[in-house]
T-cell receptor, first 113, second 113 residues
Framework: GAGVSQSPSNKVTEKGKDVELRCDPI?????LYWYRQSLGQGLEFLIY????????KSGLPSDRFSAERTGGSVSTLTIQRTQQEDSAVYLC???????????FGPGTRLTVT | GNSVTQMEGPVTLSEEAFLTINCTYT??????LFWYVQYPGEGLQLLLK?????DKGSNKGFEATYRKETTSFHLEKGSVQVSDSAVYFC????????????FGKGTHLIIQP
C-alpha cells in the first residue's frame, strides 16, 4: 500500500515568511510524528500525535513552531517567521499505534534564504 | 535525558569486509533500541530492533545485541556489499515517556568494490 507522503518535497522561503509542511500518514495509522534532520543537530524529535491530540510537544524548538492534525489523518507543521536556522529536512513518520514501528516519509527539504 | 552516541564516520570498507558500527546510549529505565538505515535518495527505514536486554535484532545479514551492562547496541555484519553503502542511525525509544525516537548523529558507510 501507499507509504507516508509529504509535501512539498522542497521549499525555499525568505527569512521572516511563514511556511506550512504537510504529512499524509499511512491509512489507519493512529500515531504520527514529526522530526527535523539538520547538519548541526542530526535527527531531532519535534512532536507526536495520537489521533488528533498531541500529548507530547516536548521537542518543538520554539513557539514559532506549531502542528495540528485533523480527522486523525493529515498533519500540518507550521513554522512562523522563519529563520535561517530552520533550514533542515522535516520528516514525518506514522505507526499503527503508540509503541509500534514508525514508518518514515521522504521528507520536506526547507531552505530559508 | 535520553541520548545516543555513535561513530560518525565516514567509515570506508572494502567489499566482503567485517563491519562494526558502535552505538552506546544513556536512558532511564529500559528503552527499546533500533537501527535505521537511509540509502542514497531514499527515506529512513527500520533495519532491526531489540526491546529488552540480551535480545538480538537481525535483518539482511546485520545483527545487533542489546547489552544492558555496557549500554550498547553495536551493529555488525560479517561481509558487507557495495549495496550496503548508506547512512546508519542508532536510536532509542524510552519506556513510559515520550514516544519520539532519540537518534544518534548517523554513520556514513561507504563500501568500495
Amino acid at each position: 500500500g501507499a507509504g507516508v507522503s509529504q509535501s512539498p518535497s522542497n521549499k525555499v522561503t525568505e527569512k521572516g515568511k511563514d511556511v506550512e509542511l504537510r504529512c499524509d500518514p499511512i491509512s489507519g495509522h493512529t500515531a504520527l510524528y514529526w522530526y527535523r534532520q539538520s547538519l548541526g543537530q542530526g535527527l531531532e524529535f519535534l512532536i507526536y500525535f495520537q489521533g488528533n491530540s498531541a500529548p507530547d510537544k516536548s521537542g518543538l524548538p520554539s513557539d514559532r513552531f506549531s502542528a495540528e492534525r485533523t480527522g486523525g489523518s493529515v498533519s500540518t507543521l507550521t513554522i512562523q517567521r522563519t529563520q535561517q536556522e530552520d533550514s533542515a529536512v522535516y520528516l514525518c513518520a506514522s505507526s499503527v499505534d503508540r509503541g509500534y514501528e514508525q514508518y518514515f516519509g521522504p521528507g520536506t527539504r526547507l531552505t530559508v534564504t | 535525558g535520553n541520548s545516543v552516541t555513535q561513530m560518525e564516520g565516514p567509515v570506508t570498507l572494502s567489499e566482503e569486509a567485517f563491519l562494526t558500527i558502535n552505538c552506546t546510549y544513556t536512558a532511564t529505565g529500559y528503552p527499546s533500541l533500533f537501527w535505521y538505515v537511509q540509502y542514497p535518495g531514499e527515506g529512513l527505514q527500520l533495519l532491526l530492533k531489540a526491546t529488552k536486554a540480551d535480545d538480538k535484532g537481525s535483518n539482511k545479514g546485520f545483527e545487533a545485541t542489546y547489552r544492558k551492562e555496557t549500554t550498547s547496541f553495536h551493529l555488525e555484519k560479517g561481509s558487507v556489499q557495495v549495496s550496503d553503502s548508506a547512512v546508519y542511525f542508532c536510536a532509542l525509544r524510552g519506556r513510559g515517556g515520550a514516544d519520539g525516537l532519540t537518534f544518534g548523529k548517523g554513520t556514513h558507510l561507504i563500501i568500495q568494490p
